[in-house]
């Protein structure tokens, strides 16, 4: 299957973000606002979801009516701690999702990714799984983290995140060609430091008032 990213450009969402990336905006907005996002982008995300048709009863006729296939269910896996920020408006939208968490810090002289958590549930084998970070930089904590899930044999990975470095995309499709990414933007590059240029800074401390 050929390397995919699927570049969200809805007009809300491309707005949010830009306030996100303003270095006033603070810490209450910037969680609002992903929050908001996040929503946004499940229903980007979600669109392939198979429906099925039932018979209801409205209170002037019956008819046939699409609904989600009962088979279909998913988990979202939050990469700590910034993926949290992603997590609580997707689970606003499809509240029947289970959640697994995956912790990971990235060294800072290597900028490899080093796990310190891994919590999933029971039967998410054969679940479709979305794996939610804001950031996708070196494309390390993205990779080590789809090698892990990859284990617990779902029946499809997505990787949604808010921001894209070029460089990342490339590593990350290097090592997992079959999962796609959906993102709201593909910035320029990255520093140095391995943090995405203009991007907005690091999504964590934004997030929760760190430094």
Do not use: W
């Not at 983290?145 to 470095?165: M, Q, W, Y």
């Not at 990342?168 to 240029?197: C, K, N, R, W």
């Amino acid at each position: 299957m050929p390397a995919e990213v699927v570049l969200i450009k809805h007009p809300l969402v491309q707005h949010k973000l830009t306030i996100m990336r303003l270095v006033e905006t603070n810490t209450q907005d910037f969680r609002r606002l992903l929050k908001e996002i996040s929503m946004l982008l499940a229903y980007e995300v979600t669109r392939d979801l198979p429906l099925k048709f039932e018979s209801i009863q409205t209170p002037l006729a019956e008819m046939e009516a699409p609904m989600l296939a009962a088979d279909k269910k998913m988990v979202i896996v939050s990469i700590l701690r910034a993926g949290q920020g992603l997590l609580d408006g997707m689970i606003e939208l499809i509240p029947t999702a289970k959640v697994g968490h995956i912790g990971l810090y990235r060294e800072p002289t290597t900028l490899m990714a080093i796990e310190y958590y891994f919590k999933l549930p029971p039967d998410v084998e054969q679940r479709d799984m979305l794996v939610v970070d804001p950031m996708l930089a070196t494309g390390n904590s993205a990779v080590a983290a789809v090698d892990r899930l990859k284990e617990a044999n779902p029946a499809s990975i997505k990787f949604v995140c808010l921001l894209a470095a070029p460089e990342g995309i490339e590593h990350f499709h290097e090592q997992h060609p079959d999962v796609p990414i959906f993102t709201a933007a593909i910035d320029e590059g990255l520093d140095s430091h391995g943090y995405i240029i203009p991007g907005l800074g690091d999504a964590g401390d934004r997030l929760y008032g760190t430094k």
